[in-house]
C-alpha cells in the first residue's frame, strides 16, 4: 500500500495532529490528540499554551481544515475532506 493510501486509511484516534490551515482561522495552530472520531468531526485534546499538558477537548469539522500528523516517524500533511468518513468505513478502504 502506497504511503498516501497508508495515512488516509489509518486510525487516527491517539495521533498528535496540528491544524496548519482552516476556513476558520482560529483553529490554525490548534495542536493535540484525537481522542474521538465521527464521519466530519475530530475532537482534540488541545496542548495548554506552554504544551506541557492536554488540558481542553475541542471539536473541529475536518472539512476546511489541513492537519499535520506523524506517524512512525513521518509527517503527513492530509487534507480534512480526504477523511470525511466513518472510522470504520475508511479504515476498510483497501
Known amino acids: 500500500m502506497d504511503k498516501q493510501k497508508e495515512i488516509l ?3 487516527w484516534i491517539g495521533s498528535i495532529v496540528k491544524i496548519i490551515n482552516a ?3 482560529s483553529l490554525i495552530d490548534v495542536e493535540g490528540k484525537i481522542i474521538d472520531e465521527t464521519k466530519h468531526t475530530f475532537t482534540i ?3 495548554n ?3 506541557e ?3 481542553n477537548k475541542k471539536k473541529v469539522l ?3 481544515c489541513v492537519f499535520q500528523v506523524t506517524q512512525n516517524s513521518i509527517t503527513y500533511i492530509v487534507e480534512g475532506s480526504l477523511l470525511e468518513k466513518k472510522p470504520e468505513e475508511r479504515i476498510k478502504i483497501k
Open 23 to 25: 476556513t476558520n482561522k
Open 53 to 55: 499538558n492536554y488540558n
Open 9 to 11: 486509511t489509518s486510525e
Open 45 to 47: 485534546l488541545t496542548l
Open 62 to 64: 475536518k472539512k476546511g
Open 49 to 51: 499554551k506552554n504544551k
